[in-house]
């Protein structure tokens, strides 16, 4: 299937949306992390969880070889609309995703705006 061309624009549009999933569901894991640890300090110290600390840790994406994002921002689009369906199941990244999903309506309205974006 040939996936549709995205003007500058829509890029644009995309990559803030992205942005604004992943800061609410960064957003959401630090609640969970302070009430289970307590407050953190700092953002120093919250970059430091995010970057290294196994509460933060979803899955390991970044180790997988994903040649379709290789492909141009057309498998990039098809990979974030699979990656970004939510699934019930053992895959650490769906179950999270999933689960943030049902506790965080800034999780929901920012995965909205993203899969309107997406097409879907």
Known sequence: M???????????QLSKALLRL???LLDGERVGYERTHG????N?????????????AWDDLAD??????ADGIGGLTAS???????????????RRYQEALQHNPDVVLAHGAVRNLLGG
């Open 64 to 69: 997988r070889d994903d040649t379709s994002a």
């Open 44 to 56: 120093g110290e919250f970059l430091q969880l995010v970057l290294g600390h196994e509460d933060f």
């Open 80 to 94: 974030l609309r699979t990656l970004l369906t939510p699934v019930d199941g053992d895959e650490a990244f769906g």
């Open 22 to 24: 992943h800061k609410a």
């Open 2 to 12: 040939h996936e549709p061309r995205l003007t500058r624009a829509e890029v644009h």
């Open 39 to 42: 407050r953190i300090a700092s």
